[in-house]
């Protein structure tokens, strides 16, 4: 057994087939992957990695197992699946897998084929287990797939406590303790037990208060799309390709976006925290549901009108579409007088939730400072927004102000 110190969980005891898989370099790799890409540029303190979260997943699925009473090696595949299940995440987390799926069709949860061969594939052949249910798993499969990853699952579980612990902001605080304890199966349905309700709207507010303030902070969203349009240069450039680029831990794409002459100046940019600005910041209600349903290619095209359209430099406009507000919390599974609820239609909280998620909604086009007013005026041309000009007002903390008093 090996004992771990912990910034959430404190003592996160590490035995079995998990010890054996600490070690190998496909988990050891996650030490070198930020937890939150780069939300460091707005909380300088958010630098935890996939790795410290892996291990808090893992603790937190050897706590639900026990409550459970669950053992043997059903017990042991889902401990290494809750360990394992991030090994499949490319540099800086999130950011780019929507870039490297298109080229490879693999997301971060496909895991067959990295835990199927080299030192993990034999650490699980090893301890009796079959990678591919192993990897299953991590793809929220089966049974206990759902404790992996599904609505009630511990990896959402550990990473808004850990989230919240290192920005500094109290919005993540749950009650993972008896979340986990809660936990039971119902015809085959992971769900919370009676008297429960509270304890899953818990999850549902802290997820809906921490997109806002940290996931989907403007600032960290412009970082994140100047990160995503580097990454795509690297790959147009030649000098790595998709499958390489999903193996790379952050330091390695650094190393990367520096050397290669096509990326330098977005490196320069994200190096020394000098960003794009917002040139449109736009509500939901204000954009044609076409831009919004548009697919990769049509949204370069728009930003290459834009561009030309305004006088600038075609890398100059990024359009920033985020996906229709949801909420996969709401359909959380809980017992009320002996019989499965959906949370969303249990909970009042779930209606006024959507309503601010739908109201929190923003479409961003970012470039240079420079250039913004220009770009602002060609982007509600190209993009047909209604909206009155492109320094747009909006509500924060209760007041109102212009973009340009609080733009970062």
């Not at 910034?7 to 930020?34: F, M, N, Y």
């Not at 540099?91 to 971060?108: A, C, K």
């Not at 809660?182 to 349905?189: A, N």
Request: hydrophobic share 40%; with cysteine; net charge negative.
């Amino acid at each position: 057994m090996k004992i771990i110190k912990d910034s959430v969980h404190d003592h996160i005891e590490v035995e079995g087939v998990a010890r054996d898989l600490l070690d190998t370099p496909a988990v050891q790799r996650l030490r070198g992957i930020k937890q939150l890409g780069t939300v460091s540029t707005v909380y300088p303190s958010a630098n935890h990695t996939r790795f410290e979260h892996s291990l808090g997943v893992y603790h937190l699925a050897c706590e639900a197992l026990e409550g459970l009473g669950v053992e043997g090696l059903e017990a042991e595949r889902v401990q290494a699946a809750a360990l394992l299940h991030d090994v499949g995440h490319g540099p800086f987390s999130h950011n780019l897998e929507e870039l490297t799926h298109r080229q490879t069709g693999r997301y971060h949860d496909d895991v067959h084929e990295l835990l199927s061969t080299g030192q993990v594939g034999d650490v699980l052949r090893g301890h009796g287990l079959e990678p591919a249910a192993v990897a299953d798993l991590v793809a929220g499969e089966g049974r206990f797939g759902q404790l992996v990853s599904g609505e009630l699952d511990v990896d959402r579980m550990d990473y808004l406590v850990r989230d919240a612990h290192h920005t500094g902001v109290p919005y993540g605080t749950i009650d993972h303790g008896r979340l986990v304890r809660e936990l039971t199966f119902v015809d085959g349905e992971l769900v919370l037990g009676e008297g429960n309700v509270q304890t899953a709207e818990s999850l549902l507010v802290a997820r809906a208060l921490m997109n806002p303030t940290v996931y989907s902070h403007s600032v960290a969203r412009i970082s994140k799309a100047m990160l995503r349009r580097a990454g795509e240069q690297l790959l147009e450039s030649g000098a790595t390709d998709a499958r390489t680029l999903q193996r790379m831990d952050d330091h390695d794409l650094i190393v990367a976006l520096r050397s290669t002459d096509a990326t330098a100046e977005f490196s320069r940019r994200l190096d020394h925290r000098d960003l794009y600005k917002r040139a449109v910041w736009a509500e939901i209600d204000d954009v044609p549901g076409g831009i919004i349903e548009a697919d990769h290619e049509s949204i370069r095209e728009f930003e290459r009108e834009i561009a030309d359209e305004a006088g600038v430099d075609r890398e100059a406009v990024i359009i920033d579409v985020p996906g229709r507000p949801s909420m996969t919390e709401s359909t959380t599974r809980v017992m009320v007088n002996g019989e499965i609820r959906r949370l969303g239609h249990q909970s009042p909280l779930v209606d006024a939730l959507r309503a601010a998620q739908y109201s929190q909604w923003r479409l961003g086009v970012y470039s240079p400072a420079a250039v913004r007013e220009s770009v602002g005026h060609a982007a509600l041309d190209v993009l047909g927004l209604d909206i009155d000009g492109p320094l747009v007002s909006e509500v924060r903390d209760g007041l109102y102000t212009t973009l340009d008093q609080f733009a970062e």
